[in-house]
């Protein structure tokens, strides 16, 4: 594998370690080993900064590659783009890859640079405390270290959330969390029930509609679904990717600047744009031949609102004649299935929650304290929150890797940790370099940053009238509502005087 020249398009912009040469050298603690922490991993090392060791409570790394194993994964963003800058590849089989192919990528990038030697597996840091300017981990295994800096590589969908539904504990037969797959579970010819039509039921619901008896989709809400088709990347292709792998790297900036238009879309409710997208979306719901089935699907908000599934598939799935939708809500769940409000028990074997996950829990449970004894959960006790979603005033030398209010809308987390983690390294430069020990937001950058967001917010698609898992508990987007060339411009350069040196 060929790494890009630091600071080429490619580099993920970190300078190199001959231009960095770091005047004191720093101890880091990377928490979480998923594709923002091998990305860190190789990074830091890249920069010189080899004093590091990566927590992972897993076994392995991957994160939501390695959780997530349910029949029918992938990701909604290109593989060509959902790569890593610095290691792109020509073996990608389709457009948007299955979840296990991505999971081989990870784990063969970590490997290839030895972040798995770096990399305490099957130890959860359960404390983070600021203690004489320096971080003391303490992880479950009692371990402890002290460290100067903190990477929050926790991801963000990784805490699942099950229903509260009466009942949940009398079902017979198994159940369990789409990111809990239980895979012991046979599930070819039997009755199945999948609660939810968010992008992982969707998923869910192609890859097992031809094998079970019956599967029974219960919708509370419908979705809008834009249909994307899935090309498998022919042998040819692969091989022009491979004796020219500068075409790689168009592929990936070809595809960026595509999500750079949809992320335009949703941040302008009156674009042109979006206008596209729903007319999309609506053309595909036309594809659904049974008048009656049809209106049941039509959603009561605009595209996008949510965050979009996009399936070349679904509709076709759920008109397969072993599928059903169910659109009476449900009432309680029974030994022998599901009650729906409706009176009728749709009987089953085995039951998925594909439900959703706890979108704002981030780094939490670990406790984390700061300067002066104030912890992260009161200061998030309300809502999580950070400076340009990376630091949070009173935490210094914490950073976090898609962190709280940080652009998850559909662009590439993989371009997005990139960008973040090339800043914080800008940010370290002033510690390294300057003679100085901290660095954090300070809390009037953090609240103007949050009152333009606000603002931001009100012109986005996601404010138009929906429920969905971008929105906190006040109801605002829990996102980057500009485009994602403003996020690139305001990555390339920390403004130092949002920050608090000491
Ligand atoms: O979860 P969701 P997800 N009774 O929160 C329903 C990423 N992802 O796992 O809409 C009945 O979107 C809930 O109903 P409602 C992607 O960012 C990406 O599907 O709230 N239903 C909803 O339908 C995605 O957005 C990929 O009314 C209940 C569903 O459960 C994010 O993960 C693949 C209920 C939850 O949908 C989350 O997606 C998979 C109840 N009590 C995931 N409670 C790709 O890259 C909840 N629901 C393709």
């Not at 320096?134 to 479950?140: D, P």
């Not at 790689?248 to 941040?267: K, P």
């Not at 510690?431 to 954090?440: F, L, M, Q, V, Y």
């Amino acid at each position: 594998m060929t790494i890009a020249a630091p600071g080429s398009p490619n580099s993920g912009e970190t300078p190199s370690p001959v231009e960095r040469s770091p005047r004191r050298a720093l101890r880091f603690a990377v928490i979480g080993a998923g594709m923002s922490g091998i990305l860190s991993a190789i990074k830091l090392s890249e920069a010189g900064h080899t004093d590091f060791t990566v927590y992972e409570k897993a076994d392995r790394v991957g994160g939501t590659w390695r959780e997530n194993t349910y029949p029918g994964l992938a990701c909604d963003v290109p593989s060509h783009l959902y790569s890593y800058s610095f290691a792109l590849t020509p073996e990608w089989s389709h457009l948007f890859s299955p979840g296990p192919e991505i999971q081989a990528y990870f784990e063969r990038v970590a490997a290839e640079h030895g972040v798995g030697d770096r990399t305490r597996f099957g130890d959860e840091v359960l404390r983070c405390d600021l203690v004489d300017g320096r971080w003391n981990l303490t992880t479950a295994s009692g371990h402890h270290d002290v460290v100067d800096v903190v990477i929050a590589a926790t991801g963000v969908l990784h805490h699942p959330r099950m229903p509260e539904i009466d009942g949940m504990d009398s079902f017979d037969g198994p159940a369990f969390h789409s990111a809990r797959f239980d895979h012991s579970v046979v599930l070819d010819g039997k009755r199945v029930g999948v609660i939810g039509t968010g992008s992982t039921a969707v998923q869910i619901t192609g890859a097992l509609v031809e094998r079970v008896a019956h599967l029974s989709l219960f919708q509370r809400t419908a979705q809008w679904v834009m249909p994307v088709a899935n090309p498998a990347y022919t042998d040819d292709e692969r091989s022009g990717f491979r004796a020219h792998p500068e075409r790689l790297a168009e592929v990936h900036d070809q595809l960026s600047q595509a999500f750079s238009v949809f992320a335009r879309a949703v941040v302008d409710a009156d674009s042109p744009e979006l206008e596209m997208i729903e007319e999309a979306c609506r053309a595909n719901l036309e594809t659904v031949r049974d008048p009656e089935l049809r209106e049941r699907l039509r959603p009561d908000h605009r595209a996008a609102c949510k965050r979009l599934v996009i399936s070349p598939d679904f509709y076709e799935a759920i008109q397969h004649p072993r599928a059903e939708l169910v659109t009476d809500g449900i009432e309680r769940i029974e030994p022998g299935g599901i009650r729906t409000a409706d009176g009728r028990l749709h009987e089953l074997d085995v039951l998925i929650y594909a439900t959703g996950f706890h979108a704002d829990a981030f780094m939490r449970p670990m406790e984390v304290t700061g300067r002066d004894g104030v912890t992260l959960a009161e200061v998030w006790r309300e809502r999580p929150s950070a400076y340009l979603s990376i630091s949070i005033p009173g935490f210094p030398n914490l950073f976090m890797l898609n962190g709280p209010n940080g652009p998850v809308g559909n662009f590439s987390l993989i371009e997005v940790a990139e960008l973040q983690l090339a800043y914080i390294f800008r940010l370290l430069d002033r510690i390294t370099a300057d003679g100085h020990r901290e660095i954090c937001a300070r809390r009037e950058a953090l609240e103007r940053f949050e009152d333009e967001r606000l603002e931001a917010a009100r012109r986005t698609v996601w404010v138009t009238g929906c429920r969905s898992w971008y929105l906190d508990d006040r109801g605002v987007p829990a996102v980057w509502p500009w485009s994602f060339e403003r996020f690139r411009e305001v990555m390339a350069e920390p403004a130092l005087s949002d920050y608090e040196l000491s």
